[in-house]
Structures are given as structure tokens and as C-alpha cells.
Nanobody
Framework: VQLVESGGDLVQSGGSLRLSCATS????????IEWFRQAPGKERDLVAS???????SYAHSVQGRFTISRDILQNTVFLQMNSLKPEDTAMYYC?????????????????WGQGTQVTVAS
């Protein structure tokens, strides 16, 4: 399984960016794909999540500004970010959670991409 993020850039405050996360490997076991972000010196925080059924959820700080979506045929998840603020500056990571049924029961796996840098200038 591989995750490849793209779309990060330097943008002015109030601007927009669309991040992409392309995933390879079996997709039938995907439980959810999530976007996290990590600013220097801070913890990695969950930004948005989309489940295998298409249900989306967001961190309070990005609610109403960010939209997570997916293209199943392209095995890609997007994060549309509007009204960007300087505090959105961070490395953004794609995270995939898989659930696989085995003889011993359900096993969970998680995978991370390499990240894409988003910088919002004030």
C-alpha cells in the first residue's frame, strides 16, 4: 500500500488549495482515509476523515472551510481548503486505515504518506 500526497504550496491568507492523496494496493479493505496536519513543534492532529461509506467528518477548526471528497475510480482522496489562514500552515499527511477479516478476527492496519507542505502567508 502506498499513499502519495500532492498539492501543497505557498498561498496567501484567504486563498485556496486542493490536496490530493492517491492510494495504491487493495482498496476493498479500506475503512477510512484521513488528513492530518502537523505544524513545527506541535502534535499531529486530525483534520478530516472520510469513511468507506462516504461519511465525512472534520475538526472544529476547519469546519465550513475544508471539504474532503474522494474519486473511487482514481483511488484518490481530496482535501479542498478554502479561506486559508496562517494557522493552517503545516505539513499535511494522508492516513489510511484498513480493516481486514482474518481467521483470528478483524485486524487493523494503518499507512501514512510522506506529507505535503502547506504554507499560508499573512
Amino acid at each position: 500500500v502506498q499513499l502519495v500526497e500532492s498539492g501543497g504550496d505557498l498561498v496567501q491568507s484567504g486563498g485556496s488549495l486542493r490536496l490530493s492523496c492517491a492510494t495504491s494496493g487493495s482498496i476493498s479493505s479500506i475503512d477510512a482515509i484521513e488528513w492530518f496536519r502537523q505544524a513545527p513543534g506541535k502534535e499531529r492532529d486530525l483534520v478530516a476523515s472520510i469513511t468507506s461509506s462516504g461519511s465525512a467528518s472534520y475538526a472544529h477548526s476547519v469546519q465550513g472551510r475544508f471539504t474532503i471528497s474522494r474519486d473511487i475510480l482514481q483511488n484518490t482522496v481530496f482535501l479542498q481548503m478554502n479561506s486559508l489562514k496562517p494557522e493552517d500552515t503545516a505539513m499535511y499527511y494522508c492516513h489510511r486505515k484498513d480493516r481486514v477479516a482474518t481467521i483470528e478476527g478483524v485486524r487493523e492496519f494503518d499507512y501514512w504518506g510522506q506529507g505535503t507542505q502547506v504554507t499560508v502567508a499573512s
